[in-house]
């Protein structure tokens, strides 16, 4: 049952991945607008130390969980149902990715970016709807990728995980149409964050491809939740006009992209090379 004192414009926001770039920024926004965060992610001290750097700091809940595991996720549903006044909104925002040519991609390594990116904020969803549906302003809030719409060589499988996570999205935002859950869907260009690896920083540095802050992110995604209305909203230029070009004439893009393989290639040779095992926890 929902808390009878909840102040109307606070709302409870379960954030995934947390401790990473996007979801510290996503936290301090978020808190500093007064909304009570359920902090998700797998190191129990990053998600401490991130509870205790925000405003109002007792009022945030820490809820460890390794996803993948369908136990620990079934023990942050209970904490969910658990919690007063349920809760409003879900940003599925964890995420892994991995800069590597198909060839150096094991089974492992494919199977860890699908679950993560596209199985798990599949199944958070559905398990967490009829709460979301108990909500006024119920809300899911899905951060996808420009990847998942332009097919970039060396990120084969995070932009098919990513591609399918907009198409789950959209048809979710359809299905919810004549509910009061609003759906959206956020794609970032490349994000400027730690868990960039040199070989990553170097590509993008030769390529001229441009990287927006995590707090850039965090801004654009509260905008969406204050929207008054389902939406999707994709960030950077040229990334979107190219996102329109591709659409529309694939070809021009597949001529473009093609002419950068030799220093696609040679980048992400590097990366395998120091990162036989994936860059990203």
């Not at 909304?35 to 009022?59: F, I, T, V």
């Not at 094991?106 to 398990?127: F, G, K, Q, Y």
């Not at 170097?202 to 969406?224: F, I, K, T």
Request: charged share 20%; glycine share 8%; hydrophobic share 45%.
């Amino acid at each position: 049952m929902r808390a009878a004192n909840k102040a109307s414009n606070e709302l409870n926001i379960l954030l995934t991945g947390a401790s990473g770039g996007i979801g510290h920024a996503l936290a301090h926004s978020l808190a500093a607008r007064g909304h009570r965060l359920l902090l998700q992610g797998r190191n129990k001290m990053a998600l401490e130390q991130l509870c205790n750097s925000l405003p109002d700091a007792h009022r945030h809940l820490v809820v460890p969980a390794d996803l993948l595991d369908p136990q620990q996720r079934l023990e942050l549903l209970r904490t969910c149902r658990s919690l007063p006044g349920g809760v409003d909104v879900l940003i599925n925002n964890a995420g892994v990715a991995r800069f590597a040519l198909l060839g150096d991609t094991d089974d492992a390594a494919m199977r860890s970016i699908l679950e993560t990116n596209l199985l798990v904020p599949m199944a958070l969803t559905r398990d967490l709807l009829a709460l979301l549906q108990q909500s006024k302003q119920g809300a899911v809030i899905n951060i996808g990728s420009a990847f998942g719409h332009i097919g970039h060589p060396g990120f084969s499988i995070y932009g098919a995980s990513k591609s399918g996570l907009h198409g789950f999205t959209e048809a979710l935002r359809r299905e919810l149409g004549d509910s009061r859950v609003r759906v959206h869907y956020l794609a970032p260009r490349a994000v400027d964050t730690s868990l960039n690896t040199d070989a990553v920083v170097g590509l993008n540095r030769a390529l001229g491809n441009h990287a927006d802050s995590p707090q850039l992110v965090a801004e654009q995604c509260v905008a969406l939740l204050e929207g008054g209305r389902s939406a999707r909203r994709f960030m950077g230029w040229p990334e979107r006009l190219f996102i329109k070009v591709n659409a529309l004439l694939p070809s021009l893009v597949d001529s473009a992209l093609v002419k950068k393989m030799p220093v696609i290639r040679r980048f992400a040779e590097q990366n395998h090379l120091q990162h036989p095992q994936g860059e990203t926890p």
